[in-house]
């Protein structure tokens, strides 16, 4: 079957241009045409002419038709559905445009970041108000239709299974605190002290921080791509289709999950911590563990560890609320899954550090 080569014209009618594509616009056929070779500008795109047709194809007429591409004239079997779908998943990617590095380029840059961080912003605290009324209201009208099995699953996977790096990781965090604490205060002559700047440190900050930050790594990611995977099977889709809410099914679990487990994954990571910063104590400080734990009891006040540990719950929310949404606005394309997927894991780990610098503000002023 011979296949006819991919050509196109330019009608112009009432001020508005016309792309016309004619022939075969598929992979084999697309090669001869440029996409650049006509200014954008177009305001519709007429396939009543066009032969066969692929994804290739499609794609380079989403870029030559730009923002006529959504205005199509003409019927033809699958070229408006392969259009669409094309334009839907962002794969038109126009080239980027260089700048021409001026100062004023500069400050344009400038602002569409801030632009865009405001409105990240706003989206993911309307989300967050979503959540917590979807949260609130299964707890309180619908206790029923909490779904225990998946809770459950994720407490173990995403809780349950990271207590190992996270208390390895806070061990030795808490022999690094330790060893910096005693050679800061060997010149001092107050060696001692070590006992107490590892309890607090552990207590108070590092411990809950070190577990937030592993599981915006760890857990986060996993929630993003998770979710992600299934809008790009569409299988969030079906689920609205059904008449099941993503916020029911997937993301209160996670919230319900995580909430639970941070202060225990939190309590777990100080206690690593504290019993690092004791090995060190007794094999390079001559502190034997029976005057370390004394001493812990005595000179570091229990408050510590309950400042740290009220972190733990917000940490978790978070984790879950950031996951769960950038997984929930994934594209169709496993680019956007990678994008998001990142996205989150900085979101969360910012997010997460400035709480943090939040509640220790908070807590200087109350005294605590």
């Known amino acids: 079957m011979s296949k006819a080569e991919a050509s196109f014209e330019v009608?112009?009618?009432?001020?508005?241009?016309?792309?016309?594509?004619?022939?075969?616009?598929?992979?084999?056929?697309?090669?001869?045409?440029?996409?650049?070779?006509?200014?954008?500008?177009?305001?519709?795109?007429?396939?009543?002419?066009l032969g066969n047709i692929?994804?290739?194809?499609?794609?380079?007429?989403?870029?030559?038709?730009?923002?006529?591409?959504?205005?199509?004239?003409?019927?033809?079997d699958s070229a408006a559905?392969?259009?669409?779908?094309?334009?839907?998943?962002?794969?038109?990617?126009?080239?980027?445009?260089?700048?021409?590095?001026?100062?004023?380029?500069?400050?344009?840059?400038?602002?569409?970041?801030?632009?865009?961080?405001?409105?990240?912003?706003?989206a993911t605290l309307s989300f967050l108000g979503e959540a917590l009324a979807t949260c609130f209201r299964m707890l309180i009208f619908k206790p029923q239709r909490l779904r225990w099995t998946?809770?459950?699953?994720?407490?173990?996977?995403?809780?349950?299974?990271?207590?190992?790096?996270?208390?390895?990781l806070s061990f030795f965090v808490g022999m690094v605190v330790a060893f910096i604490g005693a050679t800061s205060l060997a010149d001092l002559g107050a060696t001692v002290f070590t006992v107490e700047l590892v309890g607090i440190a552990m207590m108070r900050e590092l411990g809950v921080l070190l577990t937030g930050i592993i599981l915006a790594g760890r857990t986060n990611s996993a929630f993003t791509a998770q979710i992600g995977a299934m809008r790009m099977r569409q299988e969030i889709d079906a689920m609205t289709t059904l008449g099941l809410s993503p916020q029911e099914v997937l993301v209160a679990p996670r919230i319900f999950a995580m909430a639970l487990m941070t202060p225990l994954l939190a309590f777990a990571a100080t206690i690593a911590g504290i019993f690092g910063g004791l090995v060190?104590?007794?094999?390079?400080?001559?502190?034997?563990?029976?005057?370390?734990?004394?001493?812990?009891?005595?000179?570091?006040?229990?408050?510590?560890?309950w400042v740290g540990l009220s972190k733990a719950?917000?940490?978790?929310?978070?984790?879950?609320?950031?996951?769960?949404?950038?997984?929930?606005?994934?594209?169709?394309?496993?680019?956007?899954?990678?994008?998001?997927?990142?996205?989150?894991?900085?979101?969360?780990?910012?997010?997460?550090?400035?709480?943090?610098?939040?509640?220790?503000?908070?807590?200087?002023?109350?005294?605590?």
Do not use: K
Request: glycine letters at 10%; aromatic letters at 6%.
């Open 11 to 49: 009608h112009e009618e009432d001020g508005v241009r016309t792309l016309c594509p004619q022939g075969d616009w598929t992979v084999m056929t697309v090669h001869g045409v440029d996409p650049d070779t006509e200014p954008p500008g177009c305001g519709a795109l007429d396939i009543s002419a």
């Open 313 to 368: 719950p917000i940490f978790g929310l978070v984790v879950a609320l950031i996951g769960c949404r950038q997984g929930l606005i994934v594209g169709g394309s496993v680019q956007s899954l990678g994008s998001h997927t990142t996205t989150s894991v900085v979101q969360a780990i910012f997010s997460i550090i400035v709480i943090d610098a939040v509640f220790a503000i908070f807590y200087m002023e109350l005294d605590l």
């Open 81 to 122: 559905r392969l259009i669409g779908l094309v334009t839907a998943s962002g794969m038109e990617c126009d080239p980027p445009e260089r700048g021409d590095g001026s100062f004023f380029e500069l400050f344009e840059r400038t602002g569409r970041a801030s632009v865009q961080m405001w409105t990240e912003a706003v």
């Open 280 to 305: 060190v104590g007794w094999l390079a400080l001559d502190i034997n563990p029976v005057m370390f734990i004394s001493r812990l009891q005595d000179a570091v006040a229990v408050t510590n560890f």
């Open 150 to 168: 998946s809770i459950v699953a994720v407490m173990e996977v995403a809780g349950l299974d990271a207590l190992p790096i996270v208390a390895f």
């Open 54 to 76: 692929d994804t290739a194809g499609a794609l380079v007429l989403v870029r030559m038709a730009g923002d006529g591409a959504a205005n199509l004239t003409g019927s033809h």
